[in-house]
T-cell receptor, first 115, second 113 residues
Framework: TQLLEQSPQFLSIQEGENLTVYCNSS?????LQWYRQEPGEGPVLLVT?????EVKKLKRLTFQFGDARKDSSLHITAAQPGDTGLYLC???????????????FGQGTILTVHP | KAGVTQTPRYLIKTRGQQVTLSCSPI?????VSWYQQTPGQGLQFLFE???????NKGNFPGRFSGRQFSNSRSEMNVSTLELGDSALYLC????????????FGPGTRLTVT
C-alpha cells in the first residue's frame, strides 16, 4: 500500500512570508500532482512533475520532485491572502491493474494567509 | 474545453435510502475515477472506469457501485445509505500518458440523516 505523508497539516502565516509544504513516501511514483482545493469545491490541478529532480515554477509557487521520485515539495514565496486553501499532493504509481485510475493523496495542508 | 461536471451538487438522504450520482468527463477523456472525501480520511479512491469497464476498485463495501456509458459519462450508486457515507464525492477525468493528470469536478455533497 502506497502512502503519502504530507506536512505540515496546518500552516497559518502573515502576508509576505515564505512557506514550504512537504510530501514524502517510501514508494516510488511515476508522477506526482499538486492540487489546491477551496471549501465545497473539487481540487484544481496546479502542476504535474514526472522526472526525478524536476523543478517547476508557477508564478510564486515552486514545485520539486525528489531525485528518487519518492518525495516532493511546494514552496510559496511572498504568500498572499489569495493563496489560502487546502493544498494536496497526489501520486500515481503506474503499477498495472491495481493502479489504474488511482491517485494516492496526502492528507493535505490547510494554509491560511493573514493580511 | 468544458471541465468535468457533476450532478447534483448537493443531496440530502435518509439512512437506508439509495442514491445515484452522475459525472460527465472532459471531452475525449475515457477514464473516469471516483473518490470519497471526508475530513477524517481525506480523499479515498472508490473505483475507475475505462471504456465502460471497471478496471480498478478501492476498499469500499459492495454498497458502492458504478458504471460507465458509451459516451464516457459515469454514474455511481450507493445503496442502503449509512450516516458514515456523508461526504464529498468527487469524479475525476483522466488524461492518460506519462504524466497521468486527473481533473476533478466540483463534487457532490451527500448528507445522510
Amino acid at each position: 500500500t502506497q502512502l503519502l505523508e504530507q506536512s505540515p497539516q496546518f500552516l497559518s502565516i502573515q502576508e509576505g512570508e515564505n512557506l514550504t509544504v512537504y510530501c514524502n513516501s517510501s514508494s516510488v511514483f511515476s508522477s506526482l500532482q499538486w492540487y489546491r482545493q477551496e471549501p465545497g469545491e473539487g481540487p484544481v490541478l496546479l502542476v504535474t512533475v514526472v522526472t526525478g529532480g524536476e523543478v517547476k515554477k508557477l508564478k510564486r509557487l515552486t514545485f520539486q520532485f525528489g531525485d528518487a521520485r519518492k518525495d516532493s515539495s511546494l514552496h510559496i514565496t511572498a504568500a498572499q491572502p489569495g493563496d489560502t486553501g487546502l493544498y494536496l499532493c497526489a501520486g500515481y504509481a503506474n503499477a498495472g491493474g491495481t493502479s489504474y485510475g488511482k491517485l494516492t493523496f496526502g492528507q493535505g495542508t490547510i494554509l491560511t494567509v493573514h493580511p | 474545453k468544458a471541465g468535468v461536471t457533476q450532478t447534483p451538487r448537493y443531496l440530502i438522504k435518509t439512512r437506508g435510502q439509495q442514491v445515484t450520482l452522475s459525472c460527465s468527463p472532459i471531452s475525449g477523456h475515457r477514464s473516469v475515477s471516483w473518490y470519497q472525501q471526508t475530513p477524517g480520511q481525506g480523499l479515498q479512491f472508490l473505483f475507475e472506469y475505462f471504456s465502460e469497464t471497471q478496471r480498478n476498485k478501492g476498499n469500499f463495501p459492495g454498497r458502492f457501485s458504478g458504471r460507465q456509458f458509451s459516451n464516457s459519462r459515469s454514474e455511481m450508486n450507493v445503496s442502503t445509505l449509512e450516516l458514515g457515507d456523508s461526504a464529498l464525492y468527487l469524479c475525476a477525468s483522466t488524461r492518460t500518458g506519462a504524466s497521468y493528470e486527473q481533473y476533478f469536478g466540483p463534487g457532490t455533497r451527500l448528507t445522510v440523516t
